[in-house]
């Protein structure tokens, strides 16, 4: 018989703490009483330690196999629960329930991160901060997992490893462990002028946040809302804090990291535990197709945001921050958020750094959390009940009962393994954007590289333009290869001359050259465009 769902009360009663249970006899994991915790059983006083001491093995077994794989990017972090409501139904563009209903308080439980470090790095280094939202909503999990700047560096997920493996530490040496001043991210860089727009925040103040409290965040691509007559919006997800935006300055954030690699957590962590709970609110860019289309770039690109100008945010709601984890690993770090993590009303685009992030989480917490059971982990299970055939597998928590695990089937007593087939549950709505034939090739909408990162340049003060020139200079300054830095600041011609010639002055290379880098071997355009019919499948 189906039990009756259980509220968002009893999620966080799940998730309580059992660390306030009275104080209990030491065990074994099987539950017998340990009675001395500081000897090994011994062949007499001064012999060998005995192979049948099973307290020992236990404790020593459990110890040795205590670390689980860090996240392959994004593997420092910190988080925190809450709960999320929403100011106004939004039943014009979506059947989302916890959009719609002004009374739920949907808990949520969020993760700030950096992306390059690992799991023991500075929460300080120069780098974009992950910002990742599971809202366990009563209709399913939904997780937004953005990050603290709108855009992207690249636009196909078909890059991703090759930006990864040029941004993580070098593969002979495993140097630099911090931040991105390295030869191999400004080779990739420089040879990928779709970077562009996201370097200039990734060396604006936005990659030296002074706080996790006091950042934006950011959905980045952009999805779908649909409503109950089955249209479609483009919608852009943005966080807005509370306490507003402070970034820190380079040279504070340097001496942080060498004495306080844990800055940013504990702010956090102290935050909360006093009482100051942080908020944001989340705002909406909703337009329709049309709309869209008429905005002069690509909306699917990843690495072009849409000016608040063209398309106004709407703030829909209110993100309180309120309660610390109880345990590191067993909620921040076991903790898995997937942007295909959806709930009915909410539908993804064929933006395609997205399609392609909708298969890589899954695939790599399968690793990374041991087996296809991790859903079933406290923090990652929701407050609505599952109920389907999967069975069996690594680290399987749940008992199921009876002789059926198949659909459909006449023996099962309840009537709850039915399908839905009508208007209930999630349907993937038709994408208009969608064009054959299967072609193996960017559009060519995504050409233009440069005139959003020169929109970015042109919106910063003086001081801000101040620290971007000293940000580039900083980082090309560790690039050896002077070619890889020659080729940046030719890049960068192409978003503001004066900016390349600052840049430039202090490197020891030739005045910028725009046309070299548009020439260059691996401009995209030039090098990778294939015919059409070449590539068809
Ligand atoms: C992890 C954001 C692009 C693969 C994360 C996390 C965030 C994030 C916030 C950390 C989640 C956490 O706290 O546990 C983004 C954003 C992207 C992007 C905003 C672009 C707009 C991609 C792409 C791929 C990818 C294109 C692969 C094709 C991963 C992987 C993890 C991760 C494998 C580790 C997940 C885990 O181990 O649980 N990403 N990411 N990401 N991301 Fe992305």
Redo the contacts with the bound molecule.
């Keep these: 018989k189906a039990k009756a769902s259980p509220t968002a009360a009893d999620k966080i009663q799940q998730l309580q703490s059992y660390a306030d249970e009275p104080a209990q006899l030491l065990t074994t994991n099987q539950g017998l009483q340990i009675p001395d915790n500081h000897n090994s059983l011994k062949a007499g006083l001064r012999g060998p330690t005995l192979l049948e001491d099973f307290i020992l093995r236990e404790k020593i077994t459990h110890f040795d196999h205590e670390r689980i794989?860090?996240?392959?990017?994004?593997?420092r972090?910190a988080?925190a629960h809450g709960h999320f409501q929403v100011y106004k139904a939004l039943s014009e563009y979506t059947t989302a329930q916890f959009l719609n209903d002004t009374e739920a308080r949907t808990p949520v439980f969020v993760?700030?991160?950096t992306?390059a470090g690992s799991r023991g790095s500075a929460d300080t280094a120069r780098d974009?901060?992950?910002?990742?939202v599971k809202f366990y909503t009563q209709e399913g999990n939904y997780d937004l997992?953005?990050?603290n700047m709108p855009?992207?560096f690249?636009q196909d997920?078909?890059?991703?490893?090759d930006?990864?493996h040029a941004v993580k530490p070098e593969p002979h040496n495993e140097i630099p462990q911090a931040a991105s001043a390295h030869d191999t991210f400004w080779d990739f860089a420089s040879l990928m002028p779709e970077t562009t727009h996201m370097l200039m925040w990734a060396m604006s103040d936005r990659a030296l946040p002074r706080s996790f409290r006091m950042m934006e965040g950011?959905?980045?691509?952009t999805f779908r809302m649909i409503n109950g007559r089955g249209e479609s919006h483009f919608v852009k997800f943005h966080w807005k804090p509370k306490l507003g935006m402070h970034g820190l300055a380079w040279d504070e954030a340097q001496k942080i990291a060498g004495k306080d690699a844990d800055f940013h957590r504990r702010d956090l962590w102290d935050a909360i535990e006093k009482g100051n709970f942080p908020e944001w609110e989340l705002g909406l860019q909703i337009m329709s197709e049309d709309k869209a289309a008429s905005l002069g770039f690509d909306v699917l690109d990843?690495t072009k945001l849409i000016p608040e100008e063209m398309v106004p945010v709407v703030p829909v709601g209110k993100l309180v921050l309120d309660r610390n984890p109880d345990n590191y690993f067993a909620e921040?770090e076991q903790?898995?958020?997937?942007?295909g993590h959806l709930v009915p009303g909410i539908d993804f685009t064929s933006d395609p750094?997205?399609q392609?992030?909708l298969?890589?989480?899954t695939?790599?917490?399968l690793s990374?959390?041991g087996g296809p059971n991790f859903h079933e982990i406290p923090i990652n299970r929701g407050i609505c009940p599952v109920h389907n055939f999967q069975r069996d597998g690594m680290h399987r928590q749940t008992i199921g009962r009876g002789q059926v695990s198949y659909e459909p089937n006449s023996l099962a007593a309840g009537a709850e393994f039915r399908v839905d087939g009508g208007l209930q549950g999630f349907h993937s709505q038709p994408d208009n954007t969608v064009e054959p034939p299967k072609v193996r090739r960017r559009s060519p909408s995504f050409d233009d590289h440069f005139s959003q990162a020169t929109l970015f340049w042109n919106s910063m003060t003086p001081a801000e333009k101040d620290h971007i020139v000293a940000a580039f200079r900083f980082e090309l300054s560790k690039v050896a290869t002077v070619a890889v830095r020659q080729r940046m600041v030719n890049n960068l011609a192409h978003v503001d001359a004066r900016l390349a010639k600052r840049v430039a002055a202090t490197l020891g290379i030739e005045p910028p050259d725009p046309k070299a880098a548009m020439g260059q071997a691996g401009f995209r355009n030039v090098r990778f465009e294939l015919p059409i019919e070449e590539s068809a499948a």
Excluded: C, M, W
Aim: hydrophobic share 50%; no cysteine; net charge positive.
């Design positions: 794989p860090e996240r392959v990017v994004h593997a972090g988080a993760r700030f991160s992306v974009v901060r992950g910002f990742a997992v953005g990050n855009v992207f690249i997920a078909i890059k991703f490893p930006l990864i950011f959905g980045v691509h990843a921040t903790v898995a958020f997937h942007p750094l997205l392609g992030r298969f890589s989480y695939d790599t917490q990374r959390l």
